[in-house]
């Protein structure tokens, strides 16, 4: 079982940055991909951004350029660092992580941007 942690929403201006954590914990082997998806009201949820262990990633092309994954390992933590935000940004940003075919979820931080 891995449990998540996700840390780092709230409000910001449209060109602000913020920076989400998401901490895995509880008993398993591996992690081998995390990430984040979001969900905005009445839209579908997208992937934004995800990194395996072996650190390759893969992003929304909604995001490149302005948002960088990271990870670290020993930390089983997930970063998701996002700079020039955009009111259309604003969503739900659930962390997620798959060990073992399995995919877990965060509870979700909301991040709210103004214009």
């Known amino acids: 079982q891995v449990h998540l942690v996700e840390s780092g929403g709230g409000l910001v201006q449209a060109g602000g940055s913020l920076r989400l954590s998401c901490a895995a914990s509880g008993s398993f082997f591996r992690i081998e991909t995390m990430g984040w998806y979001r969900q905005a009201p009445g839209k579908q949820r997208e992937l934004v951004a995800a990194?395996?262990?072996?650190?390759?990633?893969n992003y929304a092309d909604s995001v490149k350029g302005r948002f960088t994954i990271s990870r670290d390992n020993a930390k089983n933590t997930v970063y998701l660092q996002m700079n020039t935000l955009k009111p259309e940004d604003a969503a739900g940003y659930y962390c997620?992580?798959?060990?073992?075919?399995?995919?877990?979820w965060g509870q979700g931080t909301q991040v709210t941007v103004s214009s």
């Open positions: 990194i395996t262990s072996s650190s390759d990633t």
């Open positions: 997620f992580a798959r060990e073992r075919l399995r995919y877990y």
